[in-house]
């Protein structure tokens, strides 16, 4: 039996080929984001293990809570300048400094300024000390005085910044100018992980940096040979309460895990497409299983009369797909490898330098990439397998072996269990937010709807094939062909269907979010004016913004604070906004309570969502804690209606302000007087020094906010191509079959009289029929799915419900063109097919 | 309809079909196979024409030559005054569609389209006009009026070889190749498809070939052709069963 197997193999190398891409389209993905992700961590580990290698000790507040954000890590406050020196006079200390890191924006020689899409803008202050400073001068000197600066070598390099310039920098305070005296690696990357390094010395850092008197750590060395455990112990006596001392190697192995953190998220979110083009994939191997199995009849029934039992008849068809399982998995394996350092291009291309490692190609990446691949490979062909089993002997020597009506309403009912059951998953997961759960119901919807859609390929391949029948009999044949066999249609376009879906349901979904993005900024924001950092990533802006937004015709100017703490025991985002001129820039409907008063009065201000949920109405006492000033209660002074600026809590400027180290503003609102003109020409010039920002009017607001969803969409679309890209192949693979099923057929068509150009034209009708019928199921569910998401997350702020009938349109449109370009190599086969070998074909 | 408002009187001097020197090799060196070993044979118009020979005589390679299915090692071979060596593949083609009618033994139809459109499609393929008189005539004639606008699979075998007949009739070509067409035919549905033949043949001025191997189904035929061994070494007008039968035996096959 292997034998025949490894023969089978042989023969149809072309065929198998094509089915194993599908796989090893998938495995490359997979194995890609796991290398890429690994060698990632291992980077930054050795990275942050080296910077720190030398720094005993490091003395720094407790931490409050820790960041809710991607890779953020825990959330301290500085600590007081003395502590530095309780910390010397402790016996064992040999040298201890602090150090100070904020927000500092270098501006490129052409005014902008210099953002680094996505990592932060960093301010740090330099110690002298080599062993502990954890930068490197690689050319010029430390910056020594109040107008120096050093700057990362990345960043040198990129905007061609030399030694001896002036560079202009934005701050908290106003935006100031320095003398490079230096540039910095850190460690011995060029930068940190993409973030611009703006390096003053102490004094200057504590001043720009708005920490004047306060050290936000202080490391520390030991003296040469003393018991270091019975040092950190003695400092940790010395210490004022609420201050902590760790050793150098707990600090590296925090900050890495902090980026490792970060970079998790985005190797999950890669994994979880890599697998969507294995589910596709997978559709893509049970269509060819089945169709080449329904082929093999003859000669599977024939192994049956030769002796063969069923149990090595279905081990024969499951062998051929694990075979084909592994040797898809290695080259996916292989082309991972080149994935991932495709990809760390790509990385750099964005401007996240990383630092230079060697390619971490762990055993794990074997053992994942392997066990789906053939796994994936291997499970769908069960079923198959199952179907070759079922065929008699007999067929041997019939003609024709005719499919059970029986087994099919089998499928229907088993199909419709599925498919249930999905939804109910699907709905279950969606209203508690289980994101597992909503997967399990996609995945079971798609295969029970797979498993009904060969019920209507009939009719639907009939009237979809309509159009085409007009142009003539290719058309025609074309149609017939599809509506020949509606299992083998419906489960060709499978792939599709899902592919078309997930893309649907992402249009539908963003179009939503787009589409509430700008009503909620309509319904949130009442001032004309809105300046924002212009790049993501900055954290925010300088406080003097706001005064320099004052222009004349400007009748109100309010700042938008934004910063975390703990409320209710959980991590959440709080807002401020200037309470004097609340009412002029933003539309806060407040239900229960009051508004400004209640801010002024320094209460919290809790959306009618966290109320209900929470159990909490005006006068309750909730508790909260704030890294600064750490736990306390506030009063609920009022409850508002979802407001997508403020989010869920909002308190005064005033007591933000109070609460917060170095708070920075993420917003400025501008409402300008009654009949004032000219008010965004004389921000343009009032705002000319802080090229950091952005002044839009509340249209041009809304544009950037759809189109920063747009720019998210397009990403996701792209992500998503691929599991397109495998549904075509599965297309590909199908009509290649069936052409080579037909050979006899198109012979007998050529014999009498077909040009080869309508037997293109044939083939082409059949692939854009099928192409279109995946299409329009998977537009129809995507459709569903969209609007269940979307409906799901009302309470985060998606209103509105948009169905994007102009781009499911174009999605269909091009499918159709996908498939007739799927069509073309089975078509141009088929046209060339010897017509004297395909009538004695037998 | 009057017959002879259809079917033009043949002129007598050209034949329908002739190959001149044909010759196919398959195969190079000793391993060479003579398919066909230099043939020279005329088909007449209107006339009903058997091919006999044993199996590996060669006569369906001439058959395959003659349509343009195959391209012969030396030789010529022509329908009507066109030569089809010298036609491309757009050419050879348009020749089939429009000039030469086949009746293959099995899988003679399309099975995803009706008994009809099997009939019209040579006329669909051309993108030419119906023309429905000729098609409700053949129909008629055939028998197969009430089966128009059925499957193949819901036809007879008899059936399904007169849908074959009257498709490769409905553009009335010069010429009708029928490659063993009542082989996998009962005697009864056999005997009625050659008669439709002869009768195509003699009341219609239809020019037919038929490769066959059955000296019964020979005998419907106005003249039969004798082969063995690619070469011609027989040619028979007006044969009967029996003399058929004899000229084989004399043949020693």
Known sequence: MWKVTVKGILTHKLRLALTGLAIVLGVTFISGTLVLTDTLHNTFTSLFGNVYQHVDFQVRSKAAFTSNSAGGGAVRTPVPESVAGTVRAVPGVAYAEGSVSGYAQFVAPDGKAISTGGAPTLGVSFDPNPELSSLRVVAGHAPGSTHEIAMDEGTATKYHFHVGERVAVLLTGRPQTFTLSGIVRFGSAENLAGATLAVFDLPTAQSVLGKVGQYDAIDVLATPGADKAAVERAIARALPPGTEVVTGQTVAQEQSNSINQGLSFFSTALLVFAFISLFVGGFTIFNTFSITVGQRTRELALLRIVGASRRQVFRSVLLEAAVLGVVASIVGLGLGVLAAIGLEALLKGFGITLPAGPLVFLPRTVVVALVVGIGVTVVSAISPARRAVAIPPVAALSDQHEEQGESSRRRIAVGGVIAAVGVAALVVGLSEQAIALVGIGAVAIFLGIGMLAPVVARPMASVLGRPLALFGISGRLGRENSMRSPRRTAQTSAALMVGLALVSTIAVFGASLSKSATSSVDEAISADYIITASASGTGGFSQSVAPAAAVKGAAAVSTVYGGEFEFDDVVSNLTAVSTEHLADTVILRVEQGSGAPALAAGDLLIDTTTAATKHLSVGSSVAVTFAKTGSSTMKVGGIFKPNALIGSYLVSDAYFLSHFDDPLPVAVLVRSAPGATGVGAALDRGLRSYPNLQVQTRAQFEQSQQAQVNQLLGLVYALLALAVVIALIGIVNTLMLSVFERTHEIGLLRAVGMRRRQVRAMIRSEAVILALFGAIIGVVIGTGLGVAFADSLQQQGITDLVIPVASLVVFLVLSGLLGLGAASWPARRAARLDVLAAISAE | ?253
């Not at chain 2, 139809?109 to 459109?117: S, Y």
């Not at chain 2, 007169?162 to 070509?173: F, G, S």
């Not at chain 2, 052709?225 to 011609?232: E, K, M």
């Open chain 2, 1 to 253: 309809m009057a017959l002879d408002e259809t079917v033009a009187p043949a002129p007598v001097a050209l034949a329908a079909a002739r190959a001149v020197g044909l010759e196919k090799t398959y195969g190079k060196g000793d391993s060479a196979v003579h398919a066909l070993a230099g043939i020279t044979v005329e088909f007449g118009r209107g006339e009903f024409t058997a091919v006999m020979g044993p199996s590996g005589s060669g006569k369906s390679t001439l058959m395959h030559c003659m349509a343009g299915l195959d391209t012969p090692s030396a030789g010529a071979t022509f329908v009507g005054d066109q030569e089809v060596s010298r036609l491309d593949e757009a050419g050879l083609t348009r020749l089939r569609r429009d000039r030469i009618g086949f009746v293959f033994q099995s899988f003679n139809l399309v099975p995803t389209l009706t008994a009809r459109e099997n009939i019209l499609l040579p006329v669909d393929l051309a993108g030419a006009k119906v023309d429905e008189d000729w098609f409700d005539f053949l129909v008629g004639q055939l028998g197969i009026g009430d089966r128009l606008s059925h499957r193949p699979t819901e036809m007879s075998g008899g059936q399904q070889q007169r849908v074959a007949c009257a498709r490769a009739l409905i553009r009335r070509p010069d010429l009708v190749f029928a490659d063993e067409p009542t082989g996998n035919l009962d005697s009864n549905a056999a005997g009625e498809m050659l008669g439709f033949l002869r009768h195509s043949a003699r009341e219609l001025g239809q020019s037919i070939v038929m490769v066959t191997h059955d000296p019964r189904g020979a005998a419907y035929a106005g003249r039969v052709v004798f082969l063995a061994d690619g070469t011609i070494v027989g040619d028979m007008s007006d044969p009967t069963a029996e003399s058929v039968l004899e000229q084989m035996k004399q043949l020693g096959t």
